[in-house]
């Protein structure tokens, strides 16, 4: 059964940045396309970002230029770097391998 762990997620001040981590086991992780996605209060789970299979990279408009996706194979880890983070940013981060959701992080942008 696959199994991923998020981390990385907390409270930070707008303008702050912060690493979203999923590390995956019992997956052969390279063979899935990747993905983070994210549910704010009352609203829908909306895309965030996505590495495809043949590593091909996109980013929701939201985000473009201020949150960056990369993976490590070698440490079957998938990322989400996060900068000028805004309140409309707080959210429950998910990550998604292939068919798989983690358990999703917190994010909460405030002062």
């Known amino acids: 059964q696959v199994q991923l762990v998020e981390s990385g997620g907390g409270l930070v001040q707008p303008g702050g940045s912060l690493r979203l981590s999923c590390a995956a086991s019992?997956?052969?992780?390279?063979?899935?396309?990747v993905a983070w996605y994210r549910q704010a209060p009352g609203k829908q789970r909306e895309f965030v970002a996505r590495?495809?299979?043949?590593?091909?990279?996109s980013h929701a408009d939201s985000v473009r230029g201020r949150f960056t996706i990369s993976r490590d194979n070698a440490k079957n880890t998938l990322y989400l770097q996060m900068n000028s983070l805004a309140p409309e940013d707080t959210a429950v981060y998910y990550c998604?391998?292939?068919?798989?959701w983690g358990q999703g992080i917190q994010v909460t942008v405030s002062s």
């Open positions: 998604l391998i292939g068919a798989t």
């Open positions: 019992r997956i052969t992780f390279s063979n899935y396309a």
């Open positions: 590495i495809s299979t043949g590593s091909f990279i």
